[in-house]
């Protein structure tokens, strides 16, 4: 099936700074990849969808300003969390969606990248 | 997309079949039924999906209810790797693409 990886896997940073995921499809493009984020014990929570050569669109709460997100390529997304403080501690996982000309396609996920910020 | 309603957690032993319900009584007709299931400390993964028929692929099958409004993810022999969360997410066709996923079944499986 589709790979989709993330880099780095986790990071620990300190407070204040600014931290940069990167999200790549390894054998097929996307036009679409979207931003989860996930705190223990909880589902996933979906952040924002990154377009292609486009803005990304935030979901509702998600403040825009602290989460950059830009989509530079067909096959890679970066999320870049800003001014990050102990409550943005998560582990954050893209995915991306392979649409092969199919009418029902469907989404792979990364590994995801555990966050922490001391 | 339309909501879908799981039990939190089960149970069962390596080497037997697992049947994973879910509800969906509010699906409409262009609902696709996916299923996703999340190893601990991984992204999620695709399992299956379907529309109306009964759906098999080599890890699992997918039971439809004729009336759409509920589904089963059935694993025919639990092994400890199938210990994971699965997610029952209704998908209109041609939608955003988004996945709003719930709360999940906890399956964990017993040697």
């Known amino acids: 099936g589709a790979v989709v990886s993330q880099h780095p896997s986790w990071v620990i940073c300190k407070s204040g700074t600014s931290v940069k995921i990167e999200c790549r499809s390894l054998d097929f493009q996307a036009t679409t990849m979207f931003w989860y984020r996930q705190f223990p014990k909880q589902s996933l929570m979906l952040m924002a969808t990154s377009n292609e050569g486009s803005k990304a669109t935030y979901e509702q709460g998600v403040e825009k300003d602290k989460f950059l997100i830009n989509h530079a390529s067909l096959t890679l997304s970066t999320l870049t969390v800003t001014s990050a403080h102990p409550e943005d501690s998560s582990f954050y996982i893209c995915s991306a969606r392979d649409i092969s000309g199919r009418a029902i396609d469907t989404q792979y996920f990364g590994p995801g990248t555990r966050l922490t910020v001391l | 997309d339309a909501k879908t309603t799981q039990p939190n957690s089960m149970e069962s032993n390596e080497e037997e079949p697992v049947h994973l319900p879910c509800n969906h009584s509010?699906?409409?007709?262009?609902?696709?039924i996916h299923w996703y299931r999340q190893l601990p400390s991984q992204g999620p993964e695709y399992v299956i999906h379907?529309?109306?028929s009964n759906v098999n692929n080599r890890m699992a099958s997918l039971a439809i209810a004729e009336d759409r409004k509920s589904s089963t993810l059935i694993l025919h022999r639990a092994t400890l790797r199938d210990a994971a969360v699965y997610y029952c997410?209704?998908?209109?066709?041609?939608?955003?693409?988004?996945?709003?996923f719930g709360t999940g079944t906890r399956l964990q499986v017993f040697p």
């Open positions: 509010t699906i409409s007709g262009t609902d696709y």
């Open positions: 379907g529309l109306t």
């Open positions: 997410i209704l998908r209109a066709l041609y939608n955003t693409d988004k996945l709003i």
